[in-house]
């Protein structure tokens, strides 16, 4: 079984333009989860999809940040126009059930400039 | 509201050494989950271990093991006779009952050298 899945893994772009990052949870996981940690401190929420719906995104820092997930599958997270505090690796986990456990990407080391 | 410190910033041991990570959390919840990630230098989290409130008993899982204890809000994590490869960021982290959000803690460097 294939693990959660993230792309980029490293996107370096100037303050003020756009990035997307993208997520794919593994088959069968109706939750996903966004996480970015910066600057070494705590890894913190973003957000949580239940299949396609926004179950929570009180961790969602800013109108500049905008998370998909349409058809209940892949989830992107549009950053735009990002600002030079958005650095930072971005996680996302998915979850197949109430029950199991959060399993995590790689991550998306974002750079802004 | 939830918060889980990791005071240790980062260890450094030499290989069988013993070393315990330290992880103090806050929650006002009566039911909780507590869990340990490794973030090794590949950079995916790796699910360690998860335990409910209402579980004290240590668990031990081969050199690996934890501690939680509720009269200390604490769940330390053990390892015993350290090895190269345990090298890693250790996460500790807290998610109330129902599996949501986690909480976590800003990491222990770990580092084990020959």
């Known amino acids: 079984e294939a693990g959660v899945t993230q792309f980029p893994s490293h996107s370096v772009i100037e303050k003020g333009q756009t990035v997307t990052l993208r997520c794919d949870p593994i088959?069968?996981?109706?939750?996903l989860y966004w996480y970015r940690r910066v600057m070494g401190k705590e890894i913190k929420f973003l957000l949580h999809f239940v299949k396609e719906s926004k179950q929570d995104e009180s961790g969602m820092p800013n109108n500049r940040f905008l998370a998909e997930r349409t058809g209940g599958t892949y989830s992107t997270l549009k950053v735009q126009p990002a600002e030079l505090e958005d650095s930072g690796v971005y996680f996302c986990?998915?979850?197949?059930?109430?029950?199991?456990?959060?399993?995590f990407g790689p991550g998306t080391r974002l750079t802004v400039t | 509201a939830q918060k889980v410190t990791q005071a240790q910033t980062e260890i450094s041991v030499v290989e069988k050494e013993d070393v315990t990570l330290d992880c103090v959390y806050e929650?006002?919840?009566?039911?909780?989950?507590l869990f340990w990630y490794k973030q090794p230098p590949s950079g995916e989290l790796v699910f360690l271990i998860r335990?409910?409130?209402?579980?004290?008993q240590n668990e031990i899982s081969g050199r690996y093991s934890w501690n939680f204890q509720k009269s200390t809000s604490s769940f330390n994590f053990t390892i015993t006779a350290s090895q190269v490869v345990d090298s890693a960021v250790y996460f500790c982290?807290?998610?109330?009952?129902?599996?949501?959000?986690?909480?976590f803690g800003t990491g222990t460097r770990l580092l084990v050298s020959p």
């Open positions: 929650t006002r919840d009566t039911t909780y989950y």
């Open positions: 986990a998915s979850r197949r059930d109430m029950g199991g456990e959060q399993y």
């Open positions: 982290a807290l998610s109330e009952a129902g599996f949501q959000k986690l909480v």
């Open positions: 335990r409910n409130s209402f579980d004290e």
């Open positions: 088959s069968g996981h109706d939750n």
